[in-house]
């Protein structure tokens, strides 16, 4: 099983990971469009990328009222259908690290599918911010520190 590793500390937000993201899934440069987002604070300069980690016991799975969210058996990629999907945000309520996102133009829930199991962004992040590895290799050391630093920036937006 692979997982998203970031390291905040290598994170400048050049944003290429939403705009290759959107470019990829949408056809279009427009990071309103990405299923990933660079949190930003600039006051206590804090750049973070946030996706979709594709939980084990997905909430926004089970909050959907029409069964719009299902498990690709090959990724794991928890990966919604968009013919399905009602636009309700029910999903993206319930999210409990945002992410899962509302598409400006449809209207309906967009969220992370793992591009087939090669991440976009993880290819396009110069910096290497973004990672995809196996979970016995991720670097537990880097991982309390994303988790962290999302916490802090989750409680700076919050105030």
């Keep these: 099983m692979k997982m998203f590793v970031i ?3 290598k994170c400048t937000g050049c944003r290429d990971c ?4 959107s470019l990829s899934h949408e056809g ?3 990071p309103y469009r990405s ?5 930003r604070d600039p006051l206590n300069a804090l750049e ?7 939980c084990e016991d997905p909430v926004c799975m089970a ?11 090959k990724t794991g990629a928890k990966i919604i259908d968009y013919d399905k999907c009602m ?7 319930a999210c409990p690290i945002g992410g899962a996102l509302v598409d400006p133009v449809t209207g309906k829930t967009i969220k992370c599918d ?6 976009m962004c993880v290819k396009f992040c110069k910096t290497k911010a973004i990672d995809w590895v196996d979970v016995r290799e991720a670097d537990q050391k880097i991982k309390k520190k994303s988790i962290e630093r999302y916490l802090e920036a989750v409680r700076q937006v919050k105030r």
Aim: aromatic share 2%; glycine share 4%; proline share 11%.
């Design 7 to 9: 390291d905040p500390d």
């Design 18 to 21: 939403e705009l290759v993201c």
């Design 28 to 30: 279009v440069i427009n």
């Design 35 to 39: 299923r990933i987002v660079v949190i």
């Design 48 to 54: 973070l990328p946030t996706v979709c980690v594709q």
């Design 63 to 73: 909050v959907c009222p029409v069964s719009a969210i299902y498990e690709d058996p």
């Design 87 to 93: 636009g309700c945000r029910s999903c993206v309520l």
């Design 114 to 119: 793992l591009c087939n199991g090669d991440p």
